[in-house]
């Protein structure tokens, strides 16, 4: 299994330009969740998916942030415009039963830099 | 926002066991306890999960207490590839669903030394 799989893993980007963000969960896998890092606030759930459909978008932090998951094996995480103060790392999960189970599998990150 | 309390920081010799804690209080009936760990720099991986009784896998044990207030992840035998963040987490149920997600914290920094 190749497990959850992001891109890009590093992206660096000037302030004010659009960034997209992409995950392909684990094939079978059912809900989808992405998470954002920083070290001033941890681990932040943003918004997470099941069957496609979102489930609770109170994560994601304001209206420059939206996310899609057009089929079971892919999603994006779209920031338009960036700023600074989104650079963080940005984890994607995947479950494969409805993810009330709690095992999350995630993927390596994809580590934003908005200068 | 998560609901457990842990140690900011633990360290333990190789080879010894790791004894990390974790405080809920505030747990209810219907949750469960689940420990993931993240090594630098890579995504958070699930090492195990708990209704009430003691569980045991290949990776790790977790001890929960009778009134489930507080638990206890044990790792038998430290190696310095558990260097890693342990977060405690507590499930909780979306209001008016089944659907459940996790919280969290600021976890504990557990350092193996050689």
């Known amino acids: 299994d190749a497990g959850v799989i992001q891109s890009p893993r590093h992206e660096v980007t000037e302030m004010g330009q659009e960034v997209t963000l992409r995950c392909k969960p684990i094939?079978?896998?059912?809900?989808l969740f992405w998470y954002r890092q920083t070290m001033m606030r941890g681990l932040e759930l943003l918004i997470y998916?099941?069957?496609?459909?979102?489930?609770?978008d109170s994560g994601m932090p304001e209206d420059r942030f939206s996310a899609k998951m057009p089929n079971a094996s892919f999603s994006t995480l779209k920031i338009q415009p960036s700023e600074p103060r989104d650079s963080a790392v940005y984890f994607c999960?995947?479950?494969?039963?409805?993810?009330?189970?709690?095992?999350?599998?995630f993927g390596e990150g994809s580590r934003l830099t908005v200068l | 926002d998560a609901k457990t309390t842990q140690p900011t920081s633990m360290d333990c010799a190789e080879g010894r066991a790791a004894n990390l804690p974790c405080n809920h209080s505030?747990?209810?009936?219907?949750?469960?306890v689940y420990w993931y760990r993240q090594i630098h720099s890579q995504g958070p991986q699930y090492i195990i999960h708990?209704?009430?009784n003691n569980e045991t896998n290949e990776m790790a044990s977790l001890i929960i207490t009778e009134d489930r207030k507080s638990s206890t992840l044990i790792l038998p035998h430290a190696t310095l590839r558990d260097t890693a963040v342990y977060y405690c987490?507590?499930?909780?149920?979306?209001?008016?669903?089944?659907?459940?997600?996790?919280?969290f914290g600021r976890g504990t920094q557990l350092t193996v030394w050689p």
């Open positions: 094939s079978g896998h059912n809900s």
């Open positions: 708990g209704l009430k």
């Open positions: 505030t747990i209810s009936g219907n949750e469960y």
């Open positions: 998916f099941n069957n496609n459909v979102p489930i609770d």
């Open positions: 999960a995947s479950t494969q039963r409805g993810g009330f189970t709690g095992e999350l599998f």
């Open positions: 987490i507590v499930r909780v149920l979306d209001r008016g669903s089944t659907l459940g997600r996790l919280y």
